[in-house]
């Protein structure tokens, strides 16, 4: 699993990456009240806002730890979007994205460095 300064994860299965927000993001928030995925279809570059997600606090765009296309969204999280606080890092992902430059992973923190990287903030 790798981390965005932005507090998104990815976890790479082959050329598909699963994306979603962090449990420190989710914390962040508080309790998610909606969620909107990505089309499948839809091309995304790193970086780019390619979901929303709000809760009782605030709305927030995330963002793309990845360029590629997007092969499925969440659609699970329409009707809960709680999923994202139970289990950010797990069934309350976002998209899965085919991935077209695997090498942006590099780039990215991996846990530790992630753990690290919130004691700063």
């Given at each position: 699993m790798h981390?965005?300064?932005d507090h998104e994860w990815v976890r790479?299965?082959?050329d598909v990456a699963t994306v979603g927000i962090t449990k420190h993001a989710a914390d962040q928030l508080g309790d998610v009240v909606f969620v909107e995925t990505p089309e499948?279809?839809?091309a995304v570059s790193q970086k780019d806002g390619f979901a929303?997600?709000?809760s009782v606090k605030a709305a927030s765009d995330v963002y793309a730890p990845v360029s590629g296309e997007?092969?499925?969204g969440n659609a699970a999280l329409a009707s809960a979007p709680e999923t994202v606080n139970a289990d950010p890092e797990?069934?309350?992902w976002f998209a899965r994205i085919k991935v077209s430059d695997a090498s942006?992973?590099?780039g990215l923190m991996d846990r530790a460095a992630y753990?690290?990287?919130l004691t700063t903030l």
């Amino acid at each position: 699993m790798h981390f965005t300064k932005d507090h998104e994860w990815v976890r790479l299965d082959g050329d598909v990456a699963t994306v979603g927000i962090t449990k420190h993001a989710a914390d962040q928030l508080g309790d998610v009240v909606f969620v909107e995925t990505p089309e499948a279809g839809r091309a995304v570059s790193q970086k780019d806002g390619f979901a929303v997600v709000e809760s009782v606090k605030a709305a927030s765009d995330v963002y793309a730890p990845v360029s590629g296309e997007v092969i499925e969204g969440n659609a699970a999280l329409a009707s809960a979007p709680e999923t994202v606080n139970a289990d950010p890092e797990g069934e309350g992902w976002f998209a899965r994205i085919k991935v077209s430059d695997a090498s942006q992973l590099d780039g990215l923190m991996d846990r530790a460095a992630y753990d690290q990287f919130l004691t700063t903030l």
